[in-house]
């Protein structure tokens, strides 16, 4: 997500946990680190003053207020190269969500996608790979 975002453009910040920073070494000098727990109201309050949007690959606290957000329901993640942006659906019992599947760079992909998809604020999308076979039958 974080390669993602910075090749969109995206200035970056995130949190981590500091027994979890050195995950995020390789962004050295191209991210912000905002090292504590993610539940710590003030970590969060440093992190994301000034943001125009933010992602969060954990679950959801709740929302108490009138921002964007939107929250990812993910399949099962696999390895390997993209295979584009993935497909979604409001609803988890839509058929081109059978292959319960996307590639991890892809999902990070959606993440980032949502930023500017105004289709997508206030939603909680499931997504699938959209090279699935329920998303090939769907798109077929």
Known sequence: MVRHALDGGYEVVGVC???????LEEFAGRITVVPGATNDAEVIRRAVAGCDGVLVVLVPW???SDTRWTVA???DLEEGESQGLPVWSRHVGDPVLESNLTRRVDFALFMVEALENDGLVHE???VVGCQTPSALARAG
């Open 17 to 23: 946990r500091e027994q979890s920073a050195h995950k």
């Open 124 to 126: 909680a999308p499931a």
């Open 62 to 64: 709740g929302v108490h």
């Open 73 to 75: 329901r993910g399949s």
